[in-house]
């Protein structure tokens, strides 16, 4: 279909059932509107799709950038009639363009869990994405027990940013961090601190004359479905209930990817076999010396092991 450029775009912020919450782009907006009557930032279409899109298998998601038609600027809904590319997909939970994956884990309360974490990143490196990683609550422990977390998950290629809430200690650097990426996605289990940084980061402003709620519901119940939080102009977060089982089902080959420590080895390999997965091989020439390189190992077995299972099927 030919799509105008008078178009009027905008980008999915929520999806229900079969409805999708539409926030307009500012500047196709103005195609529609003289200066003076643009309504405000908070303006939200009420949408569905085009049956002939579901016919395609065209699934509009959460993050996907829009193109709307019919629009009935009575009662502010909308159709979507376009989908545009997707720069990046993330699949557990569905959101489309993310720009930065977060792991947000907390010192103490929930305890930190090392294996865990390592699981948290891995899977958050499967989106192929910028992976950032937050330690919460670091009030609840000594600078010393800090500095050493810090240094053991440097040593896996990370550079974890450290808040804590009741101190206000690194609130600043987090936000800096999240206003400078289009979209991020948080993760981690519950409990760490999740919903209480979004808060914080979202300003009464645009809360007071959104549609959007207001706080974030805590646990309360927690619903599978994702929804974007607008931090400023082109700026969003997602919080990701329901994301605490990591999944690491992935090719055999494609594992050693996921690990920052392996990634830069990777550069310099020199390994006899092109398909090596750096185990007993011979010829293999990658630094075996690095703390989670028995956990790479275990991940591998499981997935071999898994594969072989559905093959047998
Ligand atoms: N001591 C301390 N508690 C915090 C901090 N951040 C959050 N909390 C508390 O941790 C609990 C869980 O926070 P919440 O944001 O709901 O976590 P979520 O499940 O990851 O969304 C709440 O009672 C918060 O008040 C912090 O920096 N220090
Ligand atoms: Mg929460
Ligand atoms: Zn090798």
């Given at each position: 279909?030919?799509?105008?450029s008078s178009?009027?775009k905008?980008?999915?912020?929520?999806k229900k059932?079969?409805?999708?919450?539409?926030?307009p782009?500012?500047?196709?907006?103005k195609?529609?509107?003289?200066?003076?009557?643009?309504?405000?930032?908070n303006f939200r279409?009420?949408c569905t799709?085009?049956?002939?899109?579901?016919?395609?298998g065209?699934v509009?998601?959460?993050?996907d950038f829009?193109?709307?038609?019919?629009?009935?600027?009575?009662?502010?809904?909308?159709?979507?009639?376009?989908?545009?590319?997707?720069?990046?997909?993330l699949s557990?939970?569905?959101?489309?363009?993310?720009?930065?994956?977060?792991v947000?884990?907390?010192v103490?309360?929930?305890?930190?869990?090392?294996?865990?974490a390592?699981?948290?990143?891995?899977t958050a490196e499967?989106?192929?994405?910028?992976?950032?990683?937050?330690?919460?609550k670091?009030?609840l422990?000594?600078n010393?027990?800090?500095?050493?977390?810090i240094?053991?998950l440097?040593r896996w290629g990370?550079?974890?940013?450290?808040?804590s809430?009741?101190?206000?200690?690194?609130?600043?650097?987090?936000?800096?961090?999240?206003?400078n990426?289009?979209?991020?996605?948080?993760?981690g289990?519950?409990?760490?601190g999740k919903?209480s940084?979004?808060?914080?980061?979202?300003?009464?402003?645009?809360?007071a004359?959104g549609?959007?709620?207001?706080?974030l519901?805590?646990?309360?119940h927690?619903?599978?479905?994702?929804?974007?939080?607008?931090?400023?102009e082109?700026?969003?977060?997602?919080d990701?209930?329901g994301?605490?089982?990591?999944?690491?089902q992935?090719?055999?080959?494609?594992l050693?990817?996921?690990f920052?420590?392996?990634r830069?080895q990777?550069?310099?390999d020199n390994?006899r076999?092109?398909?090596?997965?750096?185990?007993d091989?011979?010829g293999c020439?990658?630094?075996?010396?690095?703390?989670?390189?028995?956990?790479?190992r275990?991940?591998?077995d499981e997935?071999i092991k898994?594969?072989?299972l559905s093959?047998?099927?």
């Amino acid at each position: 279909m030919i799509v105008e450029s008078s178009s009027l775009k905008g980008r999915v912020v929520a999806k229900k059932a079969n409805y999708f919450i539409v926030q307009p782009d500012i500047n196709s907006f103005k195609n529609f509107y003289h200066d003076d009557l643009i309504p405000n930032k908070n303006f939200r279409f009420l949408c569905t799709s085009r049956r002939r899109m579901i016919h395609f298998g065209m699934v509009v998601n959460v993050g996907d950038f829009v193109v709307l038609d019919s629009i009935d600027w009575k009662t502010n809904r909308a159709v979507i009639v376009e989908l545009e590319p997707r720069t990046s997909f993330l699949s557990r939970p569905p959101v489309a363009n993310v720009t930065q994956v977060v792991v947000v884990l907390s010192v103490k309360s929930p305890d930190f869990y090392v294996e865990q974490a390592s699981r948290f990143l891995l899977t958050a490196e499967r989106s192929k994405v910028n992976v950032g990683l937050i330690l919460t609550k670091t009030d609840l422990i000594s600078n010393e027990e800090l500095n050493y977390l810090i240094n053991r998950l440097s040593r896996w290629g990370y550079k974890p940013m450290v808040v804590s809430m009741k101190t206000g200690i690194g609130v600043k650097q987090i936000k800096d961090k999240f206003f400078n990426s289009n979209l991020s996605v948080l993760c981690g289990p519950s409990g760490v601190g999740k919903s209480s940084l979004i808060n914080l980061m979202i300003s009464d402003e645009i809360i007071a004359t959104g549609n959007l709620s207001r706080k974030l519901q805590r646990g309360r119940h927690t619903t599978r479905h994702v929804q974007l939080y607008s931090l400023g102009e082109g700026v969003l977060v997602a919080d990701t209930p329901g994301f605490n089982r990591p999944d690491l089902q992935c090719d055999s080959l494609d594992l050693q990817f996921l690990f920052p420590e392996f990634r830069c080895q990777s550069e310099v390999d020199n390994c006899r076999f092109r398909d090596c997965l750096h185990c007993d091989e011979p010829g293999c020439s990658f630094d075996k010396s690095w703390e989670r390189y028995p956990q790479y190992r275990k991940l591998l077995d499981e997935n071999i092991k898994s594969r072989h299972l559905s093959l047998e099927d």
